[in-house]
């Protein structure tokens, strides 16, 4: 059974940073792909940035790139996202998805696994 637990939102104030954090059971992170997604009030869930299997291929999007960085911690099998000058248009719920392939990344459709999501607010 796989099973990915987002953790680390809250409430921050412009400028200021979190950390989010995916942890997987029953599932690899390091020999698969994962993304985090986001999805603010009324708007469609898109792609922030993906993590290649290896841990060495990322990509991110425009609008979060040079704030955000994503990594692997292999030994705890988990995702981190460190979020950096936070901005209010980054306020949404924050979802890790995975999946051995997910050819284009920002699609949700194309992540079979995906966690419940942790609320980032900022203000």
């Known amino acids: 059974h796989v099973q990915l637990v987002e953790s680390g939102g809250g409430s921050v104030q412009a400028g200021g940073s979190l950390t989010l954090s995916c942890a997987a059971s029953?599932?690899?992170?390091?020999?698969?792909?994962v993304g985090w997604f986001r999805q603010a009030a009324g708007k469609a869930r898109e792609g922030v940035a993906i993590?290649?299997?290896?841990?060495?291929?990322?990509a991110y999007a425009d609008s979060v790139k040079g704030r955000f960085t994503i990594s692997q911690d292999n030994t705890k099998n988990a995702v981190l996202l460190q979020m950096d000058n936070l901005k209010p248009e980054d306020t949404a719920m924050y979802y890790c998805?995975?999946?051995?392939?997910?050819?284009?990344?920002?699609?949700?459709?194309?992540?079979?696994?995906w966690g419940q999501g942790t609320q980032v607010t900022v203000s």
């Open positions: 998805a995975a999946g051995p392939s997910p050819g284009t990344w920002y699609i949700p459709a194309n992540y079979p696994h």
């Open positions: 029953g599932y690899t992170i390091g020999r698969n792909c």
């Open positions: 993590i290649g299997s290896g841990g060495d291929d990322t």
